[in-house]
């Protein structure tokens, strides 16, 4: 596996090389400090495409001042050596500078859909960061497929709408949630859970489960499943930044469950924040 710093190098060996030999490139954005979550992408990206190339980038521009940018995660000799062992080709790992430069100017913003729950919480800045450094990494690597988790639902839906409006040529494969043995979802955060945490926040995926019975057994009312999340949160003693349930594909609020329902929640357990979401099945 090749590891690449710079906009040049990574387009000689992945773009000028596989357009030339007709080989697909799969590409899997992330910012490291990579889990299980991160390895099943790039399992489905070297299944398949011919080239791998996974991005290792701590985008600045997602993170508020007040968030954990400084803190994040980072340990790219592990990561080289995960990814490595996933059969990846190339890992692309910028410094800041190479991605953003003296001057750089532009924004991607998507509209509406950005503009409630993470939106709302985290700031406007955190998806126009996510869509800016996205559309960068597609004009950078030209992957004719790029995979990213159902954990980040909602960026999920922002990313397609980018390509959609910009009218980009790349496939979004959306994973799978990967959770730990008792229901956590996984994520690189998860790392800030003291003993005591890590226990409470098992209670994020029970409260999602709790909605999820709660319609499979036929409630359609959006407010009444809604509530069966809350208590099994304040039962673990977590207040949610939110727990809504919305359209899963505009993000609209929902008084019923007819159709298909993100229910999302975001809450902070001990020093992590954490998101977590299911989609709940309608008929319509
Ligand atoms: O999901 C992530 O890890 C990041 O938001 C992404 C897509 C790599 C952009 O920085």
């Known amino acids: 596996m090749k590891i690449l710093r710079t906009i040049p190098e990574i387009r000689a060996a992945a773009v000028v090389a596989a357009r ?18 991160h390895l ?3 399992r489905e990206a070297r299944k398949n495409n011919d080239l791998v190339v996974v991005s290792l980038f701590v985008n600045p521009t997602q993170f508020a001042a007040n968030e954990d940018l400084s803190t994040y995660p980072r340990d790219e000799a592990r990561d080289a050596a995960l990814a490595e062992a996933e059969g990846v080709d190339i890992l692309f790992a910028p410094e800041p500078a190479e991605i953003y430069p003296d001057g750089f100017a532009t924004t991607v913003h998507v509209a509406g859909i950005t503009e409630v729950l993470d939106g709302a919480s985290r700031g406007i800045h955190h998806f126009d960061g996510v869509a800016t450094v996205v559309t960068k990494l597609f004009g950078i690597v030209r992957p004719d497929v790029a995979y990213f988790g159902q954990k980040d639902a909602q960026q999920m839906l922002v990313v397609r ?8 040529d790349v496939r979004i494969e959306s994973c799978p949630i990967v959770r730990e043995p008792d229901g956590l979802a996984m994520s690189s955060r998860n790392v800030y859970l003291d003993p005591d945490a890590r226990a409470q926040a098992t209670a994020l995926s029970r409260a999602l489960d709790a909605a999820h019975a709660r319609h499979d057994a036929g409630e359609r009312d959006a407010a009444a499943i809604r ?23 505009t993000l609209a609020p929902v008084a ?8 999302a ?20």
Not at 161 to 168: A, E, K, P, T
Not at 233 to 243: D, F, N, R, S, V
Not at 275 to 283: A, S, V
């Open 20 to 37: 030339t030999s007709h080989r697909t490139v799969g590409l899997v954005p992330t910012m490291g400090a990579f889990h299980e979550g």
């Open 40 to 42: 099943s992408l790039m």
């Open 161 to 168: 709408r980018v390509v959609h409006d910009l009218n980009l």
């Open 227 to 249: 509530a069966a999340a809350i208590a099994v949160l304040e039962e673990a003693g977590i207040t949610p930044e939110y727990l809504e349930l919305r359209d899963a594909e």
């Open 256 to 263: 019923t469950t007819e159709r298909d329902t993100l229910i």
């Open 265 to 284: 929640v975001a809450a902070r357990v001990g020093a992590a924040r954490l998101i977590d979401n299911h989609t709940l099945r309608g008929e319509a």
